[in-house]
């Protein structure tokens, strides 16, 4: 059976069966390789379907893909690889065989030992070159320091043809994604950074009680202050046309399409409704913009990046015979003049 026809094998596989209890951007992001999938998007080879989770953290989304794909697409051979960095999500070796773990005990029979990986930031991600047809990460590039580095990994390690799912949030977002104290992150000066989390954590708003007991932050001062600390330390906040120019520059297309499917796949969720089997692609085109704009504002936009091939040799000896053409068919027009 081929990647479409699983596709749409998906949806009565899963008719009869409650759905898989998965956080929401899990769920998000396999219905966008869903849809991929579905569209004819996703590079088709004899080999089983490779996956790539970059900064894949405790494995979690590998768990809930790895579930999910067997469940709704048991005819496709999937095999879902991660890494993370080592200095961020992994303070010590016991992470990794958390990780290890927690593949293992959810689907025995897979030697998770070898697909899951811990590098240095700043190394090669260290695949072969095209090895994966698919790569996704979740809530990880607000935290990567050198994208540039990020993306070139990206389109090396991707299949020609591959596609990417990244779901996390711009710069636009008004939520600080980690702290939950509004527009904390946009607040350049570090001084009134501090006094405005102090401000609205005594206000009751943001993280102040849950990191108290979780974090140990015993004064709303001393939170203010380790929570500044944290959003200047590890996050970098970046708009879509810096990723899209930076992305462009190395010849990759990068689209926010699936921005607008985050909400209304909670939204299902919440009300206990089956998820999308997949997202309609092309709404009308202000819509679609409108809808991106809104939901980048409140919560994690969703952004696919796909390395681009184009033959500028094949367009130049194009032009080339034509003109070539036109000039001969010009020299015999006037000779027979
Ligand atoms: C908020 S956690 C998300 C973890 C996981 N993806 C999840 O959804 O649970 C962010 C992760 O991004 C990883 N990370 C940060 N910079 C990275 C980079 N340059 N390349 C790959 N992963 C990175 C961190 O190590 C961390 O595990």
Known sequence: MNFQTSAMAAGNSGLTRPPLKVPVTH????????????????????????????GCGDGRLINSLQSLFTRHMPELQVEICGFDIGEHGFKDSSQLSGTLELLTENHPGIDWSNRVRLISDGDPWGYEAGSFDLAVSNQVIEHVEDLQHFLVNLRETLAPGGQSVHVFPLSQCM????????????????NYRVAWIALLSRLGIGRYRVDRKLLGHDTVARHAE????????WTTYRSFGEIAR?????SMATSYHFTKNLLPTKLRQMMGRKPARKYRRWTPFGIEWLSYLFVRSMTSATLVISPLRYDIGERIAKEKAYRAHREQHEAMREAAE
């Not at 769920?27 to 970059?54: K, M, N, Y």
């Not at 939520?175 to 570090?190: G, M, N, R, T």
């Open 27 to 54: 769920q998000h992001i396999f219905t966008i390789l869903q849809t991929l999938i579905a569209e004819g998007r996703v590079p088709r080879s004899d080999r089983p379907l490779r996956i790539l989770d970059i």
């Open 175 to 190: 939520q600080e994604a980690h702290c939950l104290v509004p527009f904390s992150h946009w607040i350049k000066d570090y």
């Open 226 to 233: 380790e929570t500044a600390k944290f959003i200047e330390c």
């Open 246 to 250: 930076m992305a462009g520059n190395l």
